[in-house]
Each structure stands twice: as C-alpha cells, then as structure tokens.
DNA sequence: ATGTCC
C-alpha cells in the first residue's frame, strides 16, 4: 500500500517516518531527528509532522515515543504551550464594518507581551483578571506547585501568579475569526509562561547534570535524559504535567475573559456553548503505542487520536483548521501544530518590511508595525501544502479566517 | 519563549 510518509532510515537505529512531502524539510532538521532515532530510549520510531523545522535540543514538528525515560529538552520550556478555540452562535453580519474597538477590548482584557526587561511591558503586574468560576481551581494548581518548589526551591524564583492569564510574546496570539458559514469564532494561541519556562529550563540542566555524572555520551547534549527510576524522573514528571495543566488552564482564563470584551462590545447576546477545544501542542503524557506503554513527547505536533478534535493554526495572514483526528498508528495519533517556519526570525525582519507586511494581512484587524514583521506570514511555509501531506492524520472540519489578531 | 544579564 502507498503510504502518505517518507521513511529515513539508518542501520540499527529506529526509522523516521515523515509527513514531508510536498512541503520543505531542512537537512539540519533531519539531521536533528537521526540523531534523536539514535537513541536507544526511542520506542518503534519517530514520527516527523508536515510543519517541521530545526529547533533546540529536538525538533519542532516531531513525536518521539520512549520507554522508562524522558528528554526533558524534547518537550522544550514552553511546556503545555497549545492552542484554544471556541465557536460562537454570533455570524459575521452581526459584527462591526470597524473592528478596531474589538480588538483594543482584547489587547485591554488579555495582557500580553513581555513581562520585565526590554520590550513592550505590557503585560507588567497583577492587573490580569482571574475569573471566579476557576478561582477555586487556581488554588489546587497553587498547592501542587508549592509541593514542587518544596523539593526544588530553584524553581520558585519566578513569577507564577502574576502570569495566570497572560498570554506572552512571539508566535503567541488572540484572534476573532470567521468560519466557511460566516460563523464567529475565537482562538488563542498561548503557554506556561514563565513557571513553565523556568521548570523546563531547571530540569534540562538536571538531565544533563545526570548525563555527565554517569558518563554517558550523546550526540546532542539537549537530548539528555532522565530515566524512569532516576533521582529526577518523578519530579520532573510532575513538575511538566503541572506546567501543562496551568497552560490551559490559562488559555481558559485567557478564552473567558476575551469573550467577556467581546460581549461588552456588542449589543447582542450571544453563547459560546457549541464547540471549544483546548489542545497542547508542546508536551509528554503517557500512552500506549504498538503495544507497550510509554511517554510520548509531542514538540509542536498535536494529538490527533480517531475522533478527538485539535487546532492547526495558520500564519497572520493564512487560514486555521479545527481538525478532528484519524488515529493514523504511524503517527502514533498525531498531526502538526501549524504551517511551520521556513526562516528564522532574524531572516524575516532582514528581507521584509512594513509594506509586506501590510500586503500579507490584509483585511486584518492587527498590528501592522515593525515589531511583527518576524511573524510575516511569508515567514511560514504554505498551509494549505502542510494539510495536503498530513491528510491521512486528520479531516478539515472547520477553517477559519482572522479578521482580528492581537500579537503578543 | 522567557527573564535576566551584559
């Protein structure tokens, strides 16, 4: 049977097997994955999403199942960094010919941008809005991590509760979109912030602490690992899962309090009951794949399992895809987190400029200054080609266009 | 992506 993946294989190593064709695959990203199928830790193979591309310590784009070990650097320091999307009842006539006062009620509702040092600052202080309905929550979340910075104080230098329903910086956003029926939705793309950071960030050193101290050697030195029994393993698991519950749960406060502006802007009631999905796309849990149980680390790939409904969001400008997953195996379950960049940051803001930028999100309602241009749409690769290769993992139930967008 | 240091 034809499949609808490439294989890279290398002798006595597990296979790569990648969504790729039909869109661009770096060497140095494949480069990248050999050295991660090299492991011995890897179960069955690696598989390779259509939005890949070069990241640090493991690819963006990849899922990499292991057994009795994790690579705390595969899942990166924006851990539980994810997508959330939720239909509205309201349709596109029922909204302003000027959008601009929706999008100032965003920008006022949800903080965003940096919190300290260079930058726009505009996410300083407190001044984030808990909604009572998970304050009860937020205290559970709090208790867990105080138990976390009991055994590892390193990780309490940071500023947790002043994070709580911000969203933060670069590709990070909050956008009102329209769907092919001229339904109203909005999506918001966003992490764990700082305490996710700073967690990721702690136990990436610890991992290759432990690396050095057993004189193991690794191709890559971000591919250190811990393993299952290990002095670190179990915190390290229960600090991640932390860092990913608090991610969505604060997209979902980040959700409540945009559809709370939106409300206020308009003169109509409206409900949001029909749909929501609320996905990682930067993460590890614990599933079964080709018959044993293991950790799969998902860098920018979605869980597509038969039925279960995910976000693929475009660039800026393009469209964004609700998706719902075909449990393809290879895959173990899995689709990509967007179209993927083609060049850097640096790349983007050297060869484009304000013009381009305006040209490329036309008929948005966003930032169209120099500080976005790094999120030039022409800096992602074509997502239309992204969904072509990874029709097999998932079927369009839904594409949306922006009409708003407020960029962190 | 983030916060802090130069």
Not at 13 to 28: C, Q, R
Not at 165 to 186: K, P, S
Not at 300 to 305: F, I, M
Request: charged residues 25%; glycine residues 8%; proline residues 4%.
């Amino acid at each position: 049977m034809c499949k609808n993946y490439n294989v890279i294989e290398q002798p006595g190593h597990a296979p790569i097997k990648a969504w790729t064709k039909g869109v661009p695959f770096e060497e140095e990203a494949q480069q990248q994955l050999r050295n991660i199928a090299s492991m011995p830790l890897v179960h069955s193979h690696i598989a390779v999403m259509p939005d890949v591309h070069l990241g640090k310590g493991a690819t963006i784009g990849s899922v990499i199942p292991s057994v009795d070990a994790v690579i705390p650097a595969a899942v990166g320091v924006d851990i539980g960094c994810g997508m959330v999307a939720t239909k509205t009842t309201l349709t596109a006539s029922q909204l302003p010919d000027n959008l601009s006062a929706i999008r100032h009620a965003f920008e006022a509702a949800v903080p965003h941008g940096r919190t300290s040092g260079r930058g726009r600052s505009r996410d300083r202080g407190a001044w984030h809005n808990i909604p009572e309905i998970v304050a009860g929550e937020w205290v559970k979340l709090q208790t867990r991590f105080e138990r976390i910075c009991a055994k590892h104080p390193a990780i309490k230098k940071t500023n947790n509760v002043n994070h709580l329903g911000t969203m933060g910086t670069g590709n990070h956003f909050l956008e009102l979109c329209l769907d092919e029926n001229n339904a109203v939705w909005i999506m918001l793309h966003s992490g764990s912030r700082g305490v996710g950071n700073r967690i990721g960030t702690y136990f990436i050193e610890l991992a290759k602490k432990e690396m050095q101290r057993h004189q193991i050697n690794l191709p890559d030195m971000d591919l250190a690992y811990l393993e299952e029994g290990s002095e670190y393993f179990d915190d390290y698991v229960e600090a991640v899962e932390w860092a990913q519950d608090f991610a969505a749960k604060n997209r979902e406060i980040m959700m409540f309090n945009a559809i709370a502006a939106l409300r206020k802007q308009l003169p109509i009631e409206f409900s949001t009951a029909e749909l929501a999905v609320n996905c990682h796309h930067n993460y590890v849990s614990r599933e079964r794949h080709f018959g044993k149980d293991c950790f799969v680390t998902r860098k920018g790939a979605v869980r597509a399992k038969k039925g279960e409904m995910g976000i693929i969001p475009g660039s800026m400008g393009a469209r964004s895809f609700i998706v719902r997953g075909l449990g393809n195996p290879d895959s173990f379950n899995s689709c990509s987190h967007g179209a993927g960049r083609v060049m850097s940051r640096t790349k983007a803001k050297k060869i484009y400029n304000v013009d381009d930028q305006i040209k490329a999100t036309e008929g948005v309602e966003c930032r169209k200054d120099a500080s976005v241009i790094d999120e030039i749409p022409h800096a992602y690769k074509d997502i239309e080609h992204v969904m072509e290769a990874q029709k097999d993992l998932v079927e369009v139930v839904y594409t949306l266009k922006q009409i708003v967008c407020v960029k962190g």
